[in-house]
Structures are given as C-alpha cells and as structure tokens.
T-cell receptor
C-alpha cells in the first residue's frame, strides 16, 4: 500500500531564510500532491497543491516541486516570516478515495 | 459562509459510554472524511464517504462507525469508547470524489477516561 515519509520532523530557520520540507511516496500511480498548514490549535488548511502533469507550482513565497521519477515532492517557503511558524503536512491519495498524510514538520521561524 | 462544522468541540467521557461527534458541511460536497490526529502520527483516516449511503474504511476504522444519510452530514459514532480513542478528531469535505482540496472542520478534542 501507499507509504509517505516526511522530513524533517522539525525545522528552525531565521526569519528571511528559506525552508524546504520533503515528502517521499511509494505509489507511482499517485497524481495529486497537496500541502496543508496547521497553526497551533487550528484546523489544517491547504496552502498549495500540484498535480502530476506539472513539475512546479508557485504562489508568492510558496512553491511545490514534484519529481515523479524519484517519487518525491517538496514544499519551499522563501523569505520566511514568523507567521509561517506552524506544522506542515503533505498528503498523497491512496487510490481514488483514501488519503495518507505525512507525520508533519514543525517549522519555527526565529525572529 | 462556506464551512465545515463539528460538535462538540471538546468532550470528556468515560469508557464504554456511547457518543456521537457530528459533522456538517454547507458546500454541497460529495466527499467527506474523518481523521484522528495524534502526536507524532500525523492525520490518520478513519472512514470516508463518497456520497449518500456510500461509506468505506480508512486506515484506522476499529472502534468507530459512521453514517451518511444526508449529503451534508457525516457523524462519527463511538459505540463503546476506550482510552486509546483519546485524540483530536477532524472532519473534512471535498467537492468531488477525485483527489482535491479537503476543507477541515475545527476539530473535536476527545478524552476517554
């Protein structure tokens, strides 16, 4: 079955630096790759997603890159700000209806 | 306002006392799902529903039941809760059944003593 590994589990960066979080999956049929952000005490919310027909997608300071051959996708946050501090989750569909989430990355942006 | 709601938000109960956590969405979404979130384990899918009267198991369905009698509602039922079901529960919905953005409810923190 589908397996998702997310690294690192914690990440501290200085404000203004970049942060990169990576997820590796096992099912080559997967075709949708979202990233969710969960602030402390809040619900997860989608911040960016990518489908398998593109290799990169950007939205202001956030980007996701996909390497289908190597079966991994990464979240890139540039010019980090304190409000970027949160837990980030990747997710991969298993088949059509199930989802497997990564175990999360706690990002801390130091002012 | 488009949203997913859950009730209750917090619940402390005792082992064996049946409980229901409600979930409702007002976006006419086809797909609904329940997750539990535990430290270090991320979000794990309990059950999901593709449409009214169509539900199936996720990765951790033991001890839970669901029903989807109406499109907007997807309650989670714990018929005999046990301490290992102490967790943070999230309901989510998605417009279609093909993989797409999931919109999460605010969460229900359940403690089973």
């Amino acid at each position: 079955g589908e397996n998702v590994e997310q690294h690192p589990s914690t990440l501290s960066v200085q404000e203004g630096d970049s942060a990169v979080i990576k997820c590796t999956y096992s099912d080559s049929a997967s075709n949708y790759f979202p990233w969710y952000k969960q602030e402390l005490g809040k619900r997860p919310q989608l911040i960016i997603d990518i489908r398998s027909n593109v290799g990169e997608k950007k939205d202001q300071r956030i980007a996701v890159t996909l390497n289908k051959t190597a079966k991994h996708f990464s979240l890139h946050i540039t010019e980090t700000q304190p409000e970027d501090s949160a837990v980030y989750f990747c997710a991969v569909p298993r088949g059509t209806y199930k989802y497997i989430f990564g175990t999360g990355t706690r990002l801390k942006v130091l002012a | 306002e488009a949203q997913v709601t859950q009730n209750p938000r917090y619940l402390i109960t005792v082992t064996g006392k049946k409980l229901t956590v409600t979930c409702s969405q007002n976006m006419n979404h086809e797909y609904m799902s329940w997750y539990r979130q535990d430290p270090g384990l991320g979000l794990r899918q309990i059950y999901y529903s593709m449409n009214v009267e169509v539900t199936d198991k996720g990765d951790v369905p033991e001890g839970y039941k669901v029903s989807r009698k109406e499109k907007r509602n997807f309650p989670l039922i714990l018929e005999s809760p046990s301490p290992n079901q102490t967790s943070l529960y999230f309901c989510a919905s998605s417009l279609t059944t093909t993989p797409d953005t999931q919109y999460f409810g605010p969460g229900t923190r359940l403690t089973v003593l």
